[in-house]
T-cell receptor, first 114, second 112 residues
Framework: GAVVSQHPSRVICKSGTSVKIECRSL??????MFWYRQFPKKSLMLMAT?????????EQGVEKDKFLINHASLTLSTLTVTSAHPEDSSFYIC??????????FGPGTRLLVL | RKEVEQDPGPFNVPEGATVAFNCTYS??????FFWYRQDCRKEPKLLMS???SGNEDGRFTAQLNRASQYISLLIRDSKLSDSATYLC?????????????FGKGTKLSVKP
């Protein structure tokens, strides 16, 4: 099946720093990738839709200047959490549209902001 | 009303039991429906899509009632390995694979 990787799997950073998370589709091309966030005991929430070669579409309430998304190629999308704060600590998961009617999820990145 | 609502759970059942999860969705324009499972601290994995006619995959049976905007998942002969959180997932916009809306999930714990 299709494989999506994320890097890093875990990151701990100081408040005020920026963190970049990479999402790669390893064996297929994805024109569309999605970024989700999941807080403990909460639902997965869609943050933004990332389209290759164009600007990302952000969900209501998600600050585009804080969560920078770049989808420069058909196999790579990046999410940068700028000036991270403790409340940004969460589980960030990307997914990519596959050939069939399904999304393939990456293994997620745990972010802890101290 | 939340876009996707599920049984709160948790469900604690013995091995071999049959367990059913329910889910309702609010957007009548939704076209695609899925059940995902999520293990603790892992990403969600697609369990099965849900079709109008109902569909079965081994011990798992999914049903969809568009009139009631209701989805169900039945697990027969529960195994210890079925322990996980089951997520009801609906696409927000008809015909589009993107913009999946996840329910909060129902936790299942299968005991020996």
């Amino acid at each position: 099946g299709a494989v999506v990787s994320q890097h890093p799997s875990r990151v701990i950073c100081k408040s005020g720093t920026s963190v970049k998370i990479e999402c790669r589709s390893l064996d297929f091309q994805a024109t569309t990738m999605f970024w989700y966030r999941q807080f403990p005991k909460k639902s997965l929430m869609l943050m933004a839709t990332s389209n290759e070669g164009s600007k990302a579409t952000y969900e209501q309430g998600v600050e585009k200047d804080k969560f920078l998304i770049n989808h420069a190629s058909l196999t790579l999308s990046t999410l940068t959490v700028t000036s991270a704060h403790p409340e940004d600590s969460s589980f960030y998961i990307c997914s990519a549209d596959g050939l069939s009617e399904t999304q393939y999820f990456g293994p997620g990145t745990r972010l802890l902001v101290l | 009303r939340k876009e996707v609502e599920q049984d709160p759970g948790p469900f604690n059942v013995p091995e071999g039991a049959t367990v059913a999860f329910n889910c309702t969705y609010s957007n009548s324009a939704s076209q695609s429906f899925f059940w995902y499972r999520q293990d603790c601290r892992k990403e969600p994995k697609l369990l099965m899509s849900v079709y109008s006619s109902g569909n079965e995959d081994g011990r798992f049976t999914a049903q969809l009632n568009r009139a009631s905007q209701y989805i169900s998942l039945l697990i027969r002969d529960s195994k210890l390995s079925d322990s996980a959180t089951y997520l009801c997932v609906v696409n927000r916009r008809g015909g589009s694979q993107g913009n999946l809306i996840f329910g909060k999930g129902t936790k299942l714990s299968v005991k020996p």
